[in-house]
């Protein structure tokens, strides 16, 4: 009996015991689990969205002249625009490689977008990795190797297409049926909510295809833009007089080089009807049928009503025009494909703010939207980009950031795609590598203004002689100046004053009144080329390695 009484008190003892340790090692956990959930709090997520030639003239929180994008400007609205950012060479491949890499072009080597970019470097979404954050990265990243540093990614191989995208994945490749800006949100926001790891801090790379040449609307967006008219841009009709060569030769002036089936949609059938139409473009191999050749026959049908009455309308209207006509009317054709392609970003912008907004992760996300480079919306008659020029060396960059950026805050200090790597690495607490060149615009963003230094910026283009022919040059842009050496096959320089003529119609380098600013700003640009380590010998370098490819 006693043994039995012993039994049962050492039972209950015992399970009092397992019961007490239980509950300490639950509470302890629990304890734990909500420290590290403070620790993860902390860190913020990441949401970097970037499309890939969007004009910052072609969104309505910098200027609503031409579409309304209430999507993005709300980025804005609740954060940060930075109304002077600006890249480091204006073309899609090198700008990436900066953004990736936090180095200038002539450090990453990624000079132009043929050549392969070196996978040894370190870039910004591997320290995130290692750092346990989750990483993704869907869309265009235009470097044909597979991304570092991500655990998911589905990219599109190349410049790759508006309409059924291939897609390079972990897993193989894969074709998704559907209207590219479409499929690469329903992508993100699939691994946002149901595949990616939600235990850990997410840095999401959502890179848009559009609104790259040839603007491919969705069939929708292509029926009701079409139908639209808008304003010219001042320079529309520029003569490239009091500018250097480089303006005069770049082959990029919608009269003269945009191509009728490639851009402005006209059927060859249609042109050949016509015995021909004037001027005479090149007209790219399979400018019309390439694209629309991947809609099946369904999609295709959905095209052809706005095809056959843009062609109808162009049989009818063209024989009359004169030279200026024809130009206005490429402009509206141009206008009309490129803002429907973008309000299509716009709309799926929105869809992913919502997804933030209901799935709760909009409170510690940063969001980004920036483009790989600006874009000519026709000022000075031209169409894309590489000029260090205004409307295709400023880029768009709207942050969002809740309880660090002050809503409505708008910062015009020259910040580069260069500041990228650096400043997502500081926000999500993480040491950036020594060698990367830019500086963390986090004091910005928090509205720190006084800390801010930096007085000009540097710049350098090299992919000529290539498609649009813009010549090789670098320069140094402060925020009332810009000074361009153009080289290579010519040896120009060239100087604008920004503040007194905004749209670059004057060089005014030789002029006497600016004589002095020539000078100090010489000696300001051979500062920043040894300071970012360029140099006449890495020009030269890569001279040789372009003409050897
Ligand atoms: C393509 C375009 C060009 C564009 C380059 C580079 N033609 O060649 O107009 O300048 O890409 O663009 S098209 O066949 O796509 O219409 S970049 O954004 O990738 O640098
Ligand atoms: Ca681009």
Not at 132 to 155: C, Q, R, W
Not at 258 to 265: A, F, G, L, P
Not at 441 to 466: C, F, H, M, N
Request: glycine share 6%; with cysteine.
């Amino acid at each position: 009996m006693l043994s039995k009484v012993y039994l049962y008190v050492n039972q209950i003892f015992m399970k009092n015991i397992l019961g007490i340790t239980f509950v300490l090692l639950f509470a302890s956990s629990l304890i734990s689990c909500s420290k590290q959930e403070k620790i993860e709090q902390k860190r913020p997520n990441i949401l970097f969205i970037m499309s890939d030639d969007h004009a910052y003239q072609a969104i309505s929180a910098y200027s609503d002249k031409l579409i309304q994008t209430p999507n993005i400007d709300r980025i804005a609205n609740e954060g940060l625009l930075f109304t002077n950012a600006c890249v480091t060479n204006s073309i899609c491949a090198p700008s990436r490689a900066t953004i990736l890499t936090g180095k200038h072009t002539h450090i990453n080597g990624k000079i132009d977008n043929k050549m392969p970019f070196d996978t040894t470097q370190v870039t910004f979404p591997q320290l995130f990795q290692q750092a346990g954050y989750e990483t993704a990265m869907f869309g265009k990243l235009h470097f044909g190797n597979s991304p570092k540093g991500v655990d998911e990614f589905m990219i599109l191989p190349g410049q790759g297409h508006y309409i059924n995208p291939d897609f390079i994945t972990p897993r193989g490749d894969t074709t998704i049926t559907g209207y590219v800006t479409n499929i690469i949100t329903d992508l993100t926001i699939s691994w946002l909510d149901s595949k990616r790891n939600k235990e850990k801090p997410f840095m999401m790379m959502y890179l848009h295809k559009a609104p790259h040449r040839p603007w491919w609307p969705s069939p929708e967006r292509f029926a009701e833009y079409s139908k639209k008219t808008f304003p010219e841009p001042e320079t529309l009709f520029d003569d490239y007089t009091n500018r250097g060569t480089a303006a005069k030769t770049a082959e990029m002036n919608l009269y003269t080089h945009m191509t009728y089936n490639h851009d402005s949609k006209i059927r060859p059938e249609t042109i050949e009807a016509m015995g021909g139409v004037e001027p005479v473009v090149a007209e790219m191999k399979n400018g019309f049928y390439g694209p629309y050749g991947r809609a099946n026959a369904e999609q295709k049908a959905t095209y052809d009503i706005t095809l056959d009455s843009i062609n109808e309308d162009f049989m009818n209207t063209w024989p009359g025009m004169s030279m200026e006509e024809k130009m206005r009317w490429k402009y509206q054709r141009y206008m009309q494909d490129y803002l429907g392609v973008i309000s299509s970003v716009d709309d799926n912008v929105g869809r992913v703010l919502d997804y933030l907004d209901a799935s709760g992760l909009a409170k510690n996300t940063i969001v980004i939207y920036t483009s790989d480079q600006g874009f000519y919306l026709g000022e000075h008659g031209w169409f894309d980009k590489r000029f260090i020029y205004d409307e295709s060396f400023k880029t768009p960059l709207l942050v969002r950031w809740p309880n660090e950026i002050k809503p409505g805050t708008t910062n015009d200090e020259m910040v580069q795609n260069l500041d990228f790597a650096q400043t997502f690495l500081e926000a999500a607490g993480i040491s950036a590598p020594e060698d990367m060149q830019g500086e963390s615009l986090i004091p910005l963003l928090k509205g720190d203004t006084a800390s801010w230094s930096r007085e000009a910026v540097y710049y350098q283009y090299y992919e000529y002689p290539s498609v649009h022919m813009v010549k090789r040059h670098y320069g140094i842009v402060t925020k009332e100046f810009k000074l361009v050496h153009f080289y290579y096959d010519v040896d120009e320089w060239e100087l604008y004053d920004r503040l007194k003529d905004p749209q670059e119609m004057n060089n005014v380098y030789a002029d006497p009144a600016y004589a002095d600013v020539v000078a100090d700003l010489h000696v300001k640009l051979d500062e920043l080329r040894i300071q970012y380590k360029d140099s006449p010998e890495l020009d030269q370098k890569y001279i040789d390695m372009y003409e050897k490819q």
